[in-house]
């Protein structure tokens, strides 16, 4: 069974800085391209960021990039999302997503979220 | 970056009643298309992957169509368990610029 276990998530000020991690379990981690999708309380779906595989290729919201940055530990099967330079409009429900795999980005498993407050 | 915009925003339906959502594109992205069910203080779930293709285990009451800007996604009987919001994601621009439409929570009458 695909288990998806996201951690780190706290309320933090403006301006500080968070890691998030995501336990991964189930399925074969290092075959998979894996993402990070926010929903802020009350709102719809952003997607965040995606890392490939073998760690070498990530890409960024146009929102988060240059604050955010993804990263893998395939021998942990874990990722995470170090977040810098928070802001209130980061405040989120944070969620790891595993890649569906064949062409293209759709997300097939999802864990249970961790929540970001950014607030003073 | 590509728009998506979800109509209608909410609806109100029976159990029973065939309810279709419409999902449109900024431009055309052929069939890269997904469609999620949330369900309150759950995270999403797969429900229709490439434009029409069902996830495995979804019911076969789901259903997809469309390609270019215009898809819908249709439920032919609407169940006690599919009252939630439905959101349409697309990927053409992977793997730069997914987006999401805004969501259609379907409600009951």
């Known amino acids: 069974e695909v288990q998806l276990v996201e951690s780190g998530g706290v309320v933090v000020q403006p301006g500080g800085s968070l890691r998030l991690s995501c336990a991964a379990s189930?399925?074969?981690?290092?075959?998979?391209?894996m993402h990070w999708v926010r929903q802020a309380p009350g709102k719809g779906l952003e997607w965040v960021s995606l890392?490939?595989?073998?760690?070498?290729?990530?890409?960024?919201a146009d929102s988060v990039k240059g604050r955010f940055t993804i990263s893998r530990d395939n021998s942990k099967n874990s990722l995470y999302l170090q977040m810098n330079s928070l802001r209130t409009e980061d405040t989120a429900l944070y969620y790891c997503?595993?890649?569906f795999g064949v062409g293209g980005a759709t997300f097939d498993y999802w864990g249970q979220g961790t929540l970001v407050t950014v607030s003073s | 970056a590509i728009q998506l915009t979800q109509s209608p925003s909410s609806l109100s339906a029976s159990v029973g009643d065939r309810v279709t959502i419409t999902c449109r594109a900024s431009?055309?992205?052929?069939?890269?298309l997904a469609w999620y069910q949330q369900k309150p203080g759950k995270a999403p779930k797969l429900l229709i992957y490439?434009?029409?293709s069902l996830e495995s285990g979804v019911p076969s009451r789901f259903s997809g169509s469309g390609s270019g800007t215009d898809f819908t996604l249709t439920i032919s009987s609407l169940q006690p368990e599919d009252f939630a919001t439905y959101y349409c994601?697309?990927?053409?621009?992977?793997?730069?610029?997914?987006?999401f439409g805004g969501g259609t929570k379907v409600e009951i009458k």
């Open positions: 994601q697309q990927f053409n621009s992977y793997p730069h610029g997914l987006t």
């Open positions: 431009q055309g992205i052929s069939s890269a």
């Open positions: 997503a595993k890649d």
């Open positions: 490439d434009a029409s």
């Open positions: 189930g399925f074969t981690f290092d075959d998979y391209t």
């Open positions: 890392i490939s595989w073998d760690g070498g290729s990530t890409y960024y």
